[in-house]
């Protein structure tokens, strides 16, 4: 039933580790993002997708590379974690044009020790 | 570019107070205005919308307005609970979209 859902919610890995954070909307949409949420609770987005088409990469370091197989799925991979990766990862969707309300998935919380 | 400013916390009240969290924001054309409410260990959670100017969003008690002469979507509530104990988000959309957040307001209602 849930709308957006992303796996896992919760992440403990060593420095240097590769891993992966699921995401899955069943909502329909055509938009999708990844957004960092950091100990202060600050957002920044980090990948935006729209029908498996890669619109907007910010500035982040290119150990994260977000994949979407299909406009229902966006994976997030990361290289090589250091420790200022550990924040909470939320992925989101959306439908068409602005203005339309966007979604989040519970998140996923990382830690990298 | 487009942006959104909100009021800096922690906001701390007690039960049954008034609450306002303002919210400014910086757009080029005619924005969507949000607010969206994360509650601890949770993700974040439409809490009301507006699409134009002057429309009122409202949603559990909580309304916002449409300002565009004073670029503005303040957050108020007349009476809140310890249930409303929450970060809660201004963002704005453009046509382009893209979603801008504000940095977030921490509200604490105690007993």
Same mark, same amino acid.
């Given at each position: 039933?849930?709308?957006?859902?992303?796996?896992?919610? +919760?992440?403990?890995?060593?420095?240097?580790?590769?891993?992966?954070?699921?995401?899955?909307?069943?909502?329909?949409?055509?938009?999708? +993002?990844? +957004?960092?949420?950091?100990s202060k609770?600050?957002? #920044?987005?980090?990948?935006?997708?729209?029908?498996?088409? &890669?619109?907007?990469?910010?500035?982040?370091?290119?150990?994260?590379s977000p994949?979407?197989?299909? #406009?229902?799925? &966006?994976?997030?991979?990361?290289?090589?974690?250091? &420790?200022?990766?550990?924040?909470?990862?939320?992925?989101?969707?959306?439908?068409?044009?602005?203005?339309?309300?966007?979604?989040?998935?519970?998140?996923?919380?990382?830690?990298?020790? | 570019?487009?942006?959104?400013?909100?009021?800096?916390?922690?906001?701390?009240? =007690?039960?049954?107070?008034?609450?306002?969290?303002?919210?400014?924001?910086?757009?080029?054309?005619?924005?969507?205005?949000?607010?969206?409410?994360?509650?601890?260990?949770?993700?974040?959670?439409?809490?009301?919308?507006?699409?134009k100017a002057?429309?009122?969003?409202?949603?559990?008690?909580?309304?916002?307005?449409?300002?565009?002469?004073?670029?503005?979507?303040?957050?108020?509530?007349? =009476?809140?609970?310890?249930?409303? =104990?929450?970060?809660?988000?201004?963002?704005?959309?453009?046509?382009?979209?893209?979603?801008?957040?504000?940095?977030?307001? =921490?509200?604490?209602?105690?007993?």
């Amino acid at each position: 039933d849930t709308a957006v859902s992303q796996t896992p919610k +919760y992440l403990v890995t060593q420095m240097g580790n590769d891993k992966s954070i699921k995401c899955e909307q069943n909502l329909g949409h055509d938009t999708m +993002y990844w +957004y960092k949420q950091d100990s202060k609770k600050f957002l #920044k987005i980090m990948f935006s997708y729209n029908n498996k088409e &890669l619109i907007i990469n910010e500035t982040v370091p290119n150990r994260f590379s977000p994949k979407s197989p299909d #406009k229902a799925h &966006l994976n997030l991979h990361i290289n090589s974690l250091e &420790l200022g990766d550990s924040a909470v990862y939320f992925c989101a969707s959306s439908q068409g044009p602005a203005g339309n309300t966007i979604y989040f998935g519970e998140g996923s919380w990382l830690t990298v020790v | 570019g487009d942006s959104v400013t909100q009021m800096e916390g922690p906001v701390t009240l =007690s039960e049954e107070a008034f609450l306002t969290i303002n919210c400014t924001y910086t757009a080029t054309g005619y924005p969507s205005l949000f607010w969206y409410v994360q509650y601890p260990g949770e993700g974040l959670q439409l809490l009301l919308k507006a699409t134009k100017a002057d429309d009122k969003g409202s949603n559990k008690g909580f309304e916002a307005t449409y300002r565009k002469e004073t670029t503005s979507f303040h957050l108020e509530k007349g =009476s809140v609970q310890v249930s409303d =104990s929450a970060v809660y988000f201004c963002a704005l959309s453009d046509r382009g979209n893209q979603f801008y957040f504000g940095t977030g307001t =921490s509200l604490t209602v105690i007993p």
